[in-house]
């Protein structure tokens, strides 16, 4: 590790929500991860948005460029990590995963009557649990060019919308197949594939809130529940039933 520059290297706080709120896109000097998310709460790195379950974080090495949405109500942790003690591991956002080792630790640091070696101490040992993991969250990368990103806004507002390739094609000037070649090329997925993706991310939200899987389906654009099921599992390797309970059972408290 390298030498301490501050007296607090591991820094945590709690914010809530009081109205919808969007963040715009903005840099941190430090290192940051978001935890403990509860409610409606997505964040955008440059090129990916992230929807995260309680169960999960996402690291942020500093520089790094984010923005996101914070509905009313929600809430989540956010902490702030010194740059030079804690050098970035990784070299870009990642899904960390949030034990209770870990939260429990970083809310210990909040104690401002920690002497100093027993902050180092701690924050050595927080730092050290924290793992990459895949699959906690849905990443929804975001296409570069113009055309498919409209595409992709209107979709995230309307996951609901059914307008095909071709139809949406020609709302911005471009074929079907063109789009589906944009949506390829700048996300990794086709433009079906990626809709399906942005319609359980949007699902996840909901159902946090509490809505049930049925009611979700068709606020997401399905006609039938077990047509949701099926693309909720193509999504996650699991059913929203099962999702859910995973994030409640592991729910931060």
Do not use: N
């Not at 709460?41 to 992230?50: D, N, S």
């Not at 949405?69 to 010194?82: C, I, N, P, Q, S």
């Not at 997401?220 to 039933?241: D, H, I, L, W």
């Amino acid at each position: 590790m390298s030498p301490r520059t501050s007296a607090a290297a591991v820094l945590t706080k709690h914010l809530v929500e009081d109205a919808p709120r969007s963040i715009d896109w903005h840099t941190h000097r430090r290192h940051e991860l978001l935890w403990g998310f509860v409610g409606a709460r997505t964040v955008e790195t440059e090129g990916i948005a992230w929807t995260l379950p309680p169960t999960a974080g996402l690291w942020v090495p500093a520089g790094v460029r984010h923005a996101g949405f914070a509905g009313e109500g929600a809430r989540h942790h956010y902490t702030l990590v010194d740059a030079v003690c804690f050098p970035d591991r990784w070299g870009r956002p990642m899904l960390v995963a949030m034990p209770p080792a870990v939260r429990e630790l970083l809310l210990h640091l909040r104690d401002a009557s920690l002497s100093a070696g027993e902050r180092h101490d701690a924050e050595r040992a927080v730092m050290s649990l924290i793992k990459p993991i895949e699959g906690a969250g849905i990443a929804l990368p975001t296409p570069t060019d113009p055309r498919a990103r409209a595409v992709s806004v209107a979709l995230v507002e309307d996951p609901a919308d059914r307008r095909t390739a071709e139809q949406w094609g020609s709302e911005v000037g471009v074929s079907g197949r063109t789009l589906d070649r944009l949506f390829t090329s700048q996300t990794g997925m086709t433009f079906t594939r990626w809709r399906i993706q942005a319609r359980v991310r949007a699902a996840v939200l909901l159902m946090a809130d509490g809505q049930s899987a049925t009611a979700v389906a068709h606020l997401v654009g399905y006609q039938t529940a077990s047509a949701f099921v099926r693309a909720f599992r193509q999504a996650t390797a699991t059913t929203p039933r099962a999702y859910m309970a995973a994030l409640r059972d592991q729910r931060p408290g």
